[in-house]
């Protein structure tokens, strides 16, 4: 068989061979040791899965899925973000923020040019079986979701440009929080300003302003501010964190778990596990010496940066609601509570 002049490693089968097989522990060393890659606190690679790349960069707490692939030439992944099962990212230049998710079976590929680039920012996820085609730049802000069989090309061209045809390479850009339900088609050259959401199964070309929701085929706007979003009044935001919370402690207690009243704490309890949450309600926090090491505090106000620094020195966890921001680390309890908060579309940036 013919070979083309330049290697297309669409599989790297040799790197999979040497590395894929290794438990986690040894594939760290073997990617420090023999490769030269940057590889943070607790990273987890799954068996078969792999980071190929010249210049590689992995934070703390990344995982990599079963049989996960990630490659090319030049490889940044943010501190708790992962790569799903049987998911295949493959860009010259793939870059990935914090806390990002790339769930199961998607597949981040196609022609490769010097340019092309795969740009996912913090806390975002694009869910399963999604398709992303970044042969020209494809870059994703902050907080944006991507729904599954979504689909995402930068370039179109099959038949003969000499015979007329048309032929197209452009980049793609999302915006900050931007939500595409599934079944969503992104046409070359679309640009989807920042808190717009597209409606399921439509298909996007050209611009969409910011704060709007577009549907159809194309996608047409059909709402936009004051209208969309709707604006919560305080009263509103305070009722919705209420149902949430009840909610919350109804998942804790279906899990097993134990939710008891120590004024001014909620202890949350759930088999070998316990935590102590301080809920604040515009309230001040409780005096230093009722916070312990390893607390969490939920405040639907942003706290002041003077208290955040007392938290720091006292390794005590916050989630604030009213800046969008969260402490760096957490307990069992801290995390959970994050992650139901992510079910309505509450994410927090983790502090720096």
Known sequence: MSQSLIPKDRIPWRHMALFGWLPSPLKRLAYRVLLGYRIGKRVRFSF??????????LGDDVEIGFLAVVQGRRISIGRHSSVGTMSYVSCETIQIGEDAKIREQV????????????ELGSRTIILQLAFLNPTKPIVIGDDTGIGGHCLIFTHGVWLN???????????????????????????????I???TVIGANSLVSGNIPPGSLAVGSPAKVIRSAPDFPRVLSDEQRAALVTQLMKEFDEFVRYHGGTVAEEPPFRVYRV???????????????????ALRRGDCVLSESALPEKVREGFRARDVHWLDLGSKTRSQGGTPLTEELALYLGRYGIRLARDA
């Open 48 to 57: 078969g899965g792999i980071v190929v790349g010249k210049s590689v960069d």
């Open 107 to 118: 597949y981040v590929g196609g022609p490769q040019l010097p340019e092309s680039r795969f």
């Open 161 to 191: 440009a000499l015979d007329g045809y048309p032929v197209n390479y452009e980049p793609v850009t999302l915006g900050k929080s931007v939500w595409l339900p599934w079944r969503v088609f992104v046409m070359p050259g679309t640009t």
């Open 193 to 195: 300003g920042d808190g």
């Open 271 to 289: 088999g070998g596990k316990s935590g102590r949450l301080v809920w604040l309600r515009g309230t001040a926090p409780p005096p230093d010496n």
